[in-house]
């Protein structure tokens, strides 16, 4: 079961799922390994997301993935937050590129795909193999999971021009809509976006992976001073802690665009790096 070291709602989430897998399909999850802010020792309750890989006896029959998505969804009724959000697959899957994988079975903020490729890339593959956090089976070793700095790199440059543009573009489409809506929405955007892009600045310029809140704190340094405002107001918000600086309080839009701002400039700064 869950270790006790890990935060209360991790634990509970973690074993409710295990519980319904096991009801749904006995034998089939034979291993269960966290990743992400948890393993960077930057999880905050209330805002981080549990991200998962689950690792399965075989391939499952589509009856068994349907029973698999029943148990998941079971999970998300009892506790919707934090999202409990992942991919199944086998060892062999993980000994390979994620390329290589097929789709699978896999769930984003409790909307599951009986065949996906939610979390099918190599940021996850190489997070298992730095420090996975083991909740069931055996501990992954070196051999036991792909890893490629090469092919890391690539992948990050890439999401760069292809995820991250366009959706700048969409944003920037709706900077209006956006700096008069819900309050909590603009903020949400505010440290996706800023923090997102600056992971992928900080692998590219370091060669390493890291957290959002590491990731905000290499922007700190590795930016000009102008940029300082917004990425403490991502922080800020990340962390949950006070008010937003009185110039985000007082104008709304300046924070979207300062985001905006920010966000076009990290992205050709990373993408200059190459891959």
Same mark, same amino acid.
């Given at each position: ?124 593959? *190489?997070? @298992? !193999?730095? /420090?996975?956090? =083991?909740?069931? &089976? ?9 890893? %490629? ?52 600045? *900080?692998? @590219? !310029?370091? /060669?390493?992976? =890291?957290?959002? &809140? ?9 930016? %000009? ?51």
């Amino acid at each position: 079961m869950p270790s006790p070291s890990l935060p209360p709602e991790v634990r509970r989430s973690a074993g409710a799922y295990l519980e319904a897998a096991d009801r749904a399909a006995p034998g089939l999850v034979e291993g269960l390994y966290l990743h992400g802010s948890l393993t960077y020792g930057d999880y905050r309750p209330g805002r981080s997301d549990i991200d998962f890989v689950a690792v399965l006896s075989g391939r499952p029959a589509g009856h068994v993935v349907q029973r698999l998505g029943e148990a998941l969804a079971e999970l998300g009724r009892h506790h919707p937050r934090p999202y409990f959000d992942g991919l199944h697959v086998t060892r062999a899957d993980l000994t390979g590129p994620p390329a290589d994988c097929p789709d699978v079975p896999c769930i984003g903020e409790w909307e599951f795909q009986p065949v996906g490729r939610f979390g099918v890339n190599p940021v996850t593959w *190489h997070e @298992l !193999a730095r /420090g996975a956090i =083991t909740l069931r &089976g055996p501990r992954l070793g070196p051999g036991d999971v792909w890893a %490629d700095e090469t092919a890391l790199r690539a992948y990050s440059h890439g999401n760069l021009r292809d995820y991250w543009r366009p959706a700048l573009a969409k944003l920037r489409a709706g900077e209006g809509t956006v700096a008069a809506g819900p309050t909590e929405r603009a903020q949400g955007l505010t440290e996706w976006f800023v923090l997102g892009v600056a992971r992928l600045h *900080h692998l @590219l !310029a370091t /060669g390493r992976l =890291t957290s959002k &809140g590491g990731a905000g704190r290499h922007a700190l340094t590795a930016f %000009d001073t102008e940029w300082r405002p917004i990425v403490n107001e991502a922080l800020r918000i990340r962390n949950g802690a006070g008010t937003s600086a009185p110039g985000y309080d007082t104008d709304p839009a300046a924070r979207v665009r300062d985001t905006i701002a920010f966000v076009e400039m990290a992205i050709e700064a990373g993408l200059r790096l190459g891959p």
